[in-house]
């Protein structure tokens, strides 16, 4: 087997990942780094020869595992593209709004190879996409077979971490390789725990997000879904609102659910909720999907039971931010230009308001220097703006999409891997695998692949 990491950094940025088994050669995710710009976005695709791949596998919908797929796919148009069924439908939604975010970055930030690829590229990149199900055997033919045989096969399981999300099973040269993608072991309040895996895997290459924080201790998702519902009644109780910044893939849901749920309970009953933009687009997709890809409440069809209201950019700039709402609002880093930044700005200097995160922040992204603040500290939320002075309550509450590092290395324990490739993780936390592995399971080698060498195993 030959692996090469794609990415530029030992970060969380555009994931990609080459890998050779039995002859065949493909490519695993096809990310867009969030904080870079232009080419230095991309992974680095020079080091795979144009017109190469058998194919392309995708893990799930994020940016950081798609953004780049339409540049990957015109360098690779022989490929073959495999994802789940709700993998391909989120992804189109999300690679059409990248070029129109790209556009406006092209005027704004002067970036003259934006967009990276055309509306009709993305629409011509779907369109060639093979959706795979669950726990299936598949070619790189494209073929699906009843069991496994002597040829490279691969299989999705689910990886509990968002809607059509998966880890991918390889078997060739009588070796299991397993790519973990982003996973989450534990239930979330829509999305299902990971359903991965058992038996013993020779190369596991498994993502490292939280390994640089342990898990509080008593943690649960629902104690902390009680602990966020307290803060809401008590937010209220101020006079104001409240805004949450949150992903529009995957976290929005997750809130929507929970809104959902204490409306149930009786809880904020008559709050109106909002939310815009992406999110919308991908909500409706949530509902429409709802049997057709392992989440919890099945039946559930999230617009028709929370009914949100609808902002679109303007309305968040000029409507009366009001009493007793809740904003939920893209982008959870809250990105300059984004509703939730939008709206961040006008609520910073009034101490009846609140912001609560929900999610991770790059700590140099605007939300990342919120969470930093102190009352009465300056915090500049645009470059274009000056900086205000906070008021704000500003909260936070852990519903993190991603397993806590502690089941992360009961998995890595519990198939015995050979060698452990360790990837999607910034260093310290990629370090804490590295020692734990190494103290603990002594048997299994560790890699941290160095970003554009080639590993033969
Ligand atoms: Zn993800
Ligand atoms: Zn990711």
């Known amino acids: 087997m030959r692996f090469i990491n794609l990415t530029r950094q030992t970060e969380i ?29 991309l992974p680095y695709y020079r080091s795979i020869p144009d017109g190469s791949l058998d194919g392309i596998l ?43 975010v790209m556009s406006r970055q092209r005027d704004e930030l002067r970036i003259p190879t934006y967009p990276l690829f055309t509306h009709r590229e993305a629409d011509h990149a779907s369109e060639l996409w093979q959706s795979v199900g669950f726990r299936q055997y598949w070619t790189l033919e494209g073929e699906r077979i009843p069991r496994p045989n002597h040829e490279l096969t691969f299989e999705m399981y689910g990886s509990g971490h968002i809607l059509g999300s998966a880890g991918i099973l390889f078997r060739a040269e009588g070796k299991k390789v397993f ?26 290459i498994i993502e490292t997000t939280r390994g640089d924080r342990e898990l509080e201790v008593g943690y649960s998702r629902k104690a902390e879904e009680r602990r966020f519902l307290a803060a809401i009644i008590d937010a209220f109780k101020k006079g104001g609102s409240i805004l949450i910044p949150v992903f529009a893939l995957g976290k ?23 939310i815009g933009g992406l999110s919308t687009k991908i909500t409706i997709l949530h509902d429409q999907l709802a049997s057709h890809a392992p989440r919890q409440y099945e ?38 230009k984004t509703l939730s930044n939008q709206l ?36 500049q939320l645009d470059q274009g703006q000056p900086s205000q002075r906070l008021a704000c309550q500003v909260s936070e509450f852990d519903f993190s999409a991603h397993a806590p590092r502690e089941l992360l290395f009961d ?47």
């Open 299 to 336: 039946g559930l069809q999230l617009l028709d039971s929370v009914g949100p209201h609808v902002l679109s950019s303007r309305d968040v700039q000029t409507t009366q931010i009001g009493r007793r709402r809740i904003y939920a609002l893209s982008s959870g880093m809250m990105t300059e």
């Open 252 to 274: 929005t849901q997750e809130i929507l659910t929970m809104l959902h749920l204490f409306k149930c309970q009786g809880a904020l009953r008559h709050v109106p909720i909002y």
């Open 411 to 457: 998995y890595i324990r519990k198939v015995s891997p050979k060698m452990v490739i360790l990837v999607h993780g910034d260093p310290p936390a990629v370090s804490w695998f590295d020692s734990r592995i190494s103290k603990e399971l002594p048997g299994t080698i560790v890699v941290i692949p160095e970003p554009g060498k080639e590993y033969e195993f």
């Open 179 to 204: 790519y973990t993608g982003d996973v989450n072991f534990l239930e979330q309040t829509l999305m299902r725990g990971a359903d991965f895996p058992e038996g013993e895997i020779d190369i596991l």
């Open 13 to 41: 940025g555009a994931n990609s990942y080459f890998l050779e088994l039995d002859g065949k050669k493909l490519v695993i995710d096809a990310g867009l780094h969030p904080k870079h710009e232009g080419e230095a976005a």
């Open 344 to 379: 961040g700005e006008r609520l910073l200097t009034d101490s009846s308001q609140s912001v609560f995160f929900v999610g991770y922040a790059d700590p140099e992204s605007p939300a990342g220097r919120l969470k930093a603040a102190h009352p009465g500290d300056l915090v």
């Open 58 to 100: 995708i893990s799930h919908a994020h940016q950081d595992h798609i953004g780049s797929l339409p540049v990957l796919m015109r360098r690779q148009s022989q490929a073959r593209v495999f994802m789940t069924h709700a993998t391909a439908k989120l992804s189109d939604v999300m690679l059409h709004n990248s070029v129109n």
